[in-house]
Nanobody, 124 residues
Framework: QVQLVESGGGLVPAGESLRLSCAASGRTFGVYRMGWFRQAPGKEREFVSTITWGSGSTSYADSVKGRFIISRDNAKNAVYLQMNSLKLEDTAVYYC?????????????????WGQGTQVTVSS
């Protein structure tokens, strides 16, 4: 099992930036990719971004492309999500996830371990 702990959430005005961090511990050997998902009240959990541990290949949801940047620090077993130009619709609980499967990477079912989530609230 991999333990994931998110941090960095908070309340931020629209147009500002926020950086989320995810620290991984435990059985991290063999993890192929890390991802960020989010869930707003009354909505399904949705894909935000993913990055592979090895090559650093990234993918983004259309709604955040050009505004969010995912990165990783292999030495620290950490993944980050830099969120710029935040919008009201970015308000959600953000979850970090780890997956061993090579295929996929944008579905909840592609990931095996999840953090508890961190709240991001964007105000007008």
């Amino acid at each position: 099992q991999v333990q994931l702990v998110e941090s960095g959430g908070g309340l931020v005005p629209a147009g500002e930036s926020l950086r989320l961090s995810c620290a991984a511990s435990g059985r991290t050997f063999g993890v192929y990719r890390m991802g960020w998902f989010r869930q707003a009240p009354g909505k399904e959990r949705e894909f935000v971004s993913t990055i592979t541990w090895g090559s650093g290949s990234t993918s983004y949801a259309d709604s955040v492309k050009g505004r969010f940047i995912i990165s990783r620090d292999n030495a620290k077993n950490a993944v980050y999500l830099q969120m710029n130009s935040l919008k009201l619709e970015d308000t959600a609980v953000y979850y970090c996830a780890a997956g061993w499967a090579v295929a996929g990477g944008t579905r909840v079912s592609d990931f095996d371990s999840w953090g508890q989530g961190t709240q991001v609230t964007v105000s007008s």
